[in-house]
């Protein structure tokens, strides 16, 4: 699958200057309820040229957690659509805050729906979301995490940001890189993986360390990783399994699973 090197690549050790300009969208439910609150972010660097969008999408309270407050934020550059998504939900009780990064191309972001009957939601913005046939690399992963985190600061507290999740497959060169290392400390045999080896490892990567540089902004750290759901995959199936790493023997299959990282604050 080709990488495309998008317009705003290079957040690690080079500050960039961005000028966020919030855009309001206000949108009706088909019942005449109105759907505030949805909004877009116009990115400009120096570069006249680079038109980059970041949607910030509500979950509509009718299909969400009463107990939640959710926002879907997603990126559009240069008239491409990013193939990622993050998820924000406010726990209105704890008043703590977890997203969740996603590898969901053909995900419809739901803004029009009806409070009678759930089955009847319409994706009005799916016009917007859809699937590119680019794939991120990893640095530019992490500019459009970087990017979507400085929107999402205009409306969530981010210092209150505890858990963060992604599968393994989701970040490109994660799951190659975490396999790789875990077969050369522990060997091939897939009947022995345990979850907390894996974390273990995902812990002294370096995806932790590019991870804590971004979340410092906010004054959060990562303090535990986590891993559930631990499975291997053909590396045929998976997405993303030849972008940066090349593993180090000749195995057919990758891990992926959920990663849960725990944060805290930074003192």
């Given at each position: 699958?080709?990488?495309?090197?998008?317009?705003?690549?290079?957040?690690?050790?080079?500050?960039?200057?961005?000028?966020?300009?919030?855009?309001?969208?206000?949108?009706?439910?088909?019942?005449?309820?109105?759907?505030?609150?949805?909004?877009?972010?116009?990115?400009?660097?120096?570069?006249?040229?680079?038109?980059?969008?970041?949607?910030?999408?509500?979950?509509?309270?009718?299909?969400?957690?009463?107990?939640?407050?959710?926002?879907?934020?997603?990126?559009?550059?240069?008239?491409?659509?990013?193939?990622?998504?993050?998820?924000?939900?406010?726990?209105?009780?704890?008043?703590?805050?977890?997203?969740?990064?996603?590898?969901?191309?053909?995900?419809?972001?739901?803004?029009?729906?009806?409070?009678?009957?759930?089955?009847?939601?319409?994706?009005?913005?799916?016009?917007?979301?859809?699937?590119?046939?680019?794939?991120?690399?990893?640095?530019?992963?992490?500019?459009?995490?970087?990017?979507?985190?400085?929107?999402?600061?205009?409306?969530?507290?981010?210092?209150?940001?505890?858990?963060?999740?992604?599968?393994?497959?989701?970040?490109?060169?994660?799951?190659?890189?975490?396999?790789?290392?875990?077969?050369?400390?522990?060997?091939?045999?897939?009947?022995?993986?345990?979850?907390?080896?894996?974390?273990?490892?995902?812990?002294?990567?370096?995806?932790?360390?590019?991870?804590?540089?971004?979340?410092?902004?906010?004054?959060?750290r990562i303090?535990?990783?986590?891993?559930?759901?631990l499975i291997?995959?053909?590396?045929?199936?998976?997405?993303?399994?030849?972008?940066?790493?090349?593993?180090?023997?000749?195995?057919?299959?990758?891990?992926?699973?959920?990663?849960?990282?725990?944060?805290?604050?930074?003192?």
């Amino acid at each position: 699958m080709p990488t495309k090197q998008l317009p705003f690549i290079g957040i690690k050790k080079k500050i960039m200057k961005w000028i966020i300009i919030p855009v309001c969208i206000v949108l009706l439910a088909c019942d005449n309820t109105t759907i505030s609150n949805n909004v877009a972010y116009i990115i400009k660097d120096t570069n006249p040229n680079v038109d980059t969008i970041i949607y910030g999408i509500n979950v509509p309270s009718e299909i969400s957690d009463p107990r939640y407050i959710e926002k879907e934020y997603f990126l559009l550059a240069n008239g491409d659509t990013s193939n990622y998504s993050c998820f924000f939900a406010f726990d209105k009780v704890k008043k703590r805050i977890m997203m969740d990064y996603v590898y969901e191309p053909y995900r419809k972001s739901y803004v029009n729906f009806s409070t009678n009957d759930s089955s009847s939601i319409i994706a009005n913005f799916e016009s917007l979301k859809k699937f590119s046939p680019y794939e991120l690399n990893y640095k530019d992963q992490l500019t459009e995490i970087k990017l979507i985190l400085d929107a999402a600061s205009k409306e969530f507290d981010l210092d209150k940001l505890r858990y963060l999740s992604l599968n393994m497959t989701a970040l490109n060169g994660l799951a190659d890189t975490i396999t790789s290392l875990y077969i050369k400390k522990f060997g091939d045999n897939i009947e022995t993986i345990e979850n907390v080896q894996v974390a273990a490892l995902i812990r002294k990567s370096t995806f932790t360390y590019d991870l804590d540089e971004l979340l410092s902004f906010y004054k959060v750290r990562i303090d535990k990783v986590n891993v559930d759901g631990l499975i291997c995959i053909q590396k045929t199936k998976s997405k993303g399994n030849n972008a940066n790493v090349s593993p180090i023997n000749s195995v057919d299959w990758i891990l992926d699973g959920l990663v849960i990282l725990s944060l805290s604050p930074i003192d």
